[in-house]
């Protein structure tokens, strides 16, 4: 997906400005430094290089590797082992955060501490995090933090919060969420030596850990030190996105299971997780389940109403009627291909629909010309904290409530 300075700016980040007004900020030079370069981190680098007037100057990361084949993608970008160091520019006007979970809260309050707007990877808190800090940390600051649930920069999505909003699903009676893959999961230990990572600052907020290099790369997500499983690398997603697009109360009762299929001994946290929500003064329920054992249902999301339901994924929606209801049945299909072959229900990628990169834009476009960004703080320590509610009943054997 190449963007160019047209798709820029007829993008959902940019339709509701002026159009002279759009043209004159993208001119505006943007530096950007991007701590934490791993995968996700480098999948943010693309698409952030794509939007004009940004540039990606700086790079921080604990791990060689990282910061290796981050460094192929900006040769001129400087690099910084101590993020702190990297803060202190004042040549740098905004960061990208794409480190593991337990590091989320404490870098976004120490950037926007130093004068950094903060695009920050989901969950912006971790269950060790005192979420209050954060909040009045960026109230104070002032500064664009755009928490990085993209679903809600994506444009069919947009338009299927409208069909909630216009009442043509009726009553909602339930929330449906899911995140299943069958992707096997292996014991094999990458190839990092001890040398080539400070894991004490990877550490950090977890405190003084063994050195364990298969956590080093994606696989922090499973233990509870550095991520919190399916329930806050996963369901957070669609949590948000009902969050955003319902406006629900808080949640306050959480009844979660897990099971280790594949990754007894392995991982901290399950392969295999359901979950029931229940939520302040009202009657709505909603469930999640999220498997890497087998893939029915995928990645999805369905508000269940008394006159029609609303299929949601990351290529399309889908307006479902009940029985005897005169809601019309449609569709918008946006992702038609994944990976280059034909397109289906439920996959976590089209090839089409770039929420990173919709999402990504729109924080640029608020840093250039004020505003909100599409998921505030405010709003990622909500999903984020009904995900800590449901491990806390899955760790505990107990209903959690808040």
Request: with cysteine; hydrophobic share 40%; proline share 4%.
């Amino acid at each position: 997906m190449t963007w160019t300075r047209r798709d820029f700016f007829a993008s959902t980040a940019v339709v509701a400005l002026a159009p002279g007004l759009a043209r004159a900020a993208a001119t505006e030079q943007l530096n950007i430094g991007v701590i934490g370069s791993g995968g996700r981190g480098r999948w943010l680098m693309e698409r952030a290089a794509k939007i004009p007037g940004v540039n990606i100057v700086a790079l921080s990361d604990v791990w060689d590797g990282a910061i290796a084949t981050a460094k192929k993608m900006v040769p001129a970008a400087s690099v910084h082992r101590d993020f702190r160091e990297l803060l202190d520019r004042s040549d740098i006007q905004a960061v990208i955060i794409a480190t593991p979970d337990h590091w989320h809260t404490s870098m976004t309050i120490a950037a926007v501490e130093s004068d950094k707007h903060v695009y920050v990877e989901k969950p912006v808190t971790h269950w060790r995090d005192n979420a209050q800090d954060l909040i009045d940390a960026v109230n104070k600051s002032g500064k664009a933090v755009q928490v990085g649930t993209q679903q809600r920069s994506m444009p069919h999505l947009q338009e299927g919060k409208q069909i909630v909003n216009s009442g043509e699903l009726g009553e909602l009676v339930r929330i449906r969420m899911s995140w299943n893959r069958n992707v096997p999961r292996h014991q094999g230990r990458p190839n990092i030596q001890r040398s080539d990572v400070d894991w004490k600052a990877f550490c950090g907020p977890a405190g003084d850990l063994p050195f364990d290099p298969y956590k080093v790369r994606g696989n922090w997500r499973w233990f509870w030190d550095f991520g919190g499983g399916i329930f806050t690398d996963l369901m957070v997603h669609w949590f948000d996105t009902a969050l955003w697009m319902v406006d629900l109360p808080a949640t306050t009762w959480a009844a979660a299971t897990g099971s280790h299929l594949q990754t007894a001994g392995l991982w901290e946290t399950p392969d295999t997780v359901q979950c029931l929500l229940r939520f302040k003064d009202s009657p709505l329920q909603a469930h999640f389940a999220g498997s890497f054992s087998q893939h029915d249902e995928r990645a999805m999301l369905q508000l269940q109403g008394t006159k029609a339901t609303l299929y949601c994924d990351r290529g399309r929606y889908e307006v479902r009627p009940q029985r005897g209801s005169h809601t019309k049945s449609r569709q918008r299909v946006d992702g038609r291909t994944v990976r280059g072959g034909p397109g289906f229900l439920g996959a976590d990628f089209y090839d089409e629909v770039d929420g990173a990169m919709y999402h990504l834009a729109q924080w640029v476009s608020v840093i250039r010309n004020g505003g909100q960004t599409a998921c505030t703080v405010k709003g990622g320590v909500a999903a984020a904290a009904t995900a800590h509610l449901a491990n806390k009943s899955l760790r505990s054997g107990n209903i959690a409530t808040s």
